[in-house]
Each structure stands twice: as C-alpha cells, then as structure tokens.
T-cell receptor, first 114, second 114 residues
Framework: DTGVSQDPRHKITKRGQNVTFRCDPISEHNRLYWYRQTLGQGPEFLTYFQNEAQLEKSRLLSDRFSAERPKGSFSTLEIQRTEQGDSAMYLC????????????FGPGTRLTVT | AQKITQTQPGMFVQEKEAVTLDCTYDTSDPSYGLFWYKQPSSGEMIFLIYQGSYDQQNATEGRYSLNFQKARKSANLVISASQLGDSAMYFCAMSYTGRRALTFGSGTRLQVQP
C-alpha cells in the first residue's frame, strides 16, 4: 500500500512565474486536501475535494491559486504569478470517507520564490 | 470559530521517561474529532492518534495515548517510554461535522535527551 506522493519535492522559481504541483493520494481514498505550512507554524487549510468535486476553499486561496482533481484521483495545485510570500511547504493529504476520517499526508513540496 | 491551542513551544524529556504534550480546543459543535500528528525534521506529517468527541474511552495507539477531558476541552498526548526517535514537532488538530479540513495548533517541539 503506497502512501500519498507529491511531485516535485522541491521547486525554486522566480517571482512572477507559474508553478504546478501534483499530488497522488492513497488509491482508495476519495477525499483529498491541500494545506500550506510556513516555517514554525502548523499547516493551514487551502482546499478540499471529495472525488472530483471541490467542496471547500479557504480564504487563503487567492485568485492566483487554482486546484483540480479531474478524475477524482490525482490533484494539481497551480500558483500563477508567484510572489515571495508564496514560499512555503505545500502539503497534500487524503482520507477515506467514514470512520475517523484521519488524513494521511504526503512528503510535501517545498516552494521557494526568489 | 474552531481553535486549537498548544501552549508549550518546546519540551525536553529524558529517554525512557513519559511526557505529556498539552492541547486545548474550542468549538461549539458537539461532534468533532481530535488528532495528533508528528512531524520529524524530514517534514512529513505522520498520523499518530484520533479521539472522537463521543468516544467514552481515551484513545491509545502503542506508546501513544490521548488524555481526553471533554469538560475542560483538552486533548493531551501522552508518550510513554520516550525514544530518541520521538524528537520532532507534534501538532494537535481538530475537525468537526461542518468542516472536514483540519485546524492545527502551532505545535510543540519535543526533544528527547539520552
């Protein structure tokens, strides 16, 4: 049973460029979450999918951010016109509906905007 | 609004001793879940233990137990027989009926000393 995977693990980009991250959840999990974590803080929720439907978006998700989960499997998170304040760890998690609904996290993508 | 408070930025414990990490929460929803995650220096969030608001017994998972005091709105993590590999950041988090996404506390850095 493979865990949640994320690609790339690290991304360095220049301010103003667009970046896209990918998350592959645990195969039987129908819920997928994106979080952002800055140094010394707990993760902050960005958005949540159940199957292919995006059910919730945080106020943190500005119009420069977009997320998709086209076939209810993997998901992508795109940041357009990156800013230095976007530098953070982007974490993906997945869960199976029902029960405790505990979320399992991937290793994260560390974004550095220069 | 839901809130998680972890008042201990850092904790030290001797190897083989037990340690308690504090977590208090605030919610008006009667149905909620409380989670603890471990984040080693590698960055990945590792699920440790879950407690549901209606669970009568305190949750236990191996060396981890959750001291759930509903009236005091506290959900402290107890790690017994600490090991050097327990050195990490520990985050308390909650979800509730109306929101699947996790709200995290600011974390506690635990250092286990030989």
């Amino acid at each position: 049973d493979t865990g949640v995977s994320q690609d790339p693990r690290h991304k360095i980009t220049k301010r103003g460029q667009n970046v896209t991250f990918r998350c592959d959840p645990i195969s039987e999990h129908n819920r997928l979450y994106w979080y952002r974590q800055t140094l010394g803080q707990g993760p902050e929720f960005l958005t949540y999918f159940q199957n292919e439907a995006q059910l919730e978006k945080s106020r943190l998700l500005s119009d420069r951010f977009s997320a998709e989960r086209p076939k209810g499997s993997f998901s992508t998170l795109e940041i357009q016109r990156t800013e230095q304040g976007d530098s953070a760890m982007y974490l993906c998690a997945s869960s199976e509906s029902g029960g405790a609904d505990e979320q399992y996290f991937g290793p994260g993508t560390r974004l550095t905007v220069t | 609004a839901q809130k998680i408070t972890q008042t201990q930025p850092g904790m030290f414990v001797q190897e083989k001793e037990a340690v308690t990490l504090d977590c208090t929460y605030d919610t008006s929803d009667p149905s909620y879940g409380l989670f603890w995650y471990k984040q080693p220096s590698s960055g990945e969030m590792i699920f440790l233990i879950y407690q549901g608001s209606y669970d009568q017994q305190n949750a236990t998972e191996g060396r981890y137990s959750l001291n759930f005091q509903k009236a005091r709105k506290s959900a402290n993590l107890v790690i017994s027989a600490s090991q050097l590999g327990d050195s990490a950041m520990y985050f308390c988090a909650m979800s509730y009926t109306g929101r699947r996404a996790l709200t995290f506390g600011s974390g506690t850095r635990l250092q286990v000393q030989p």
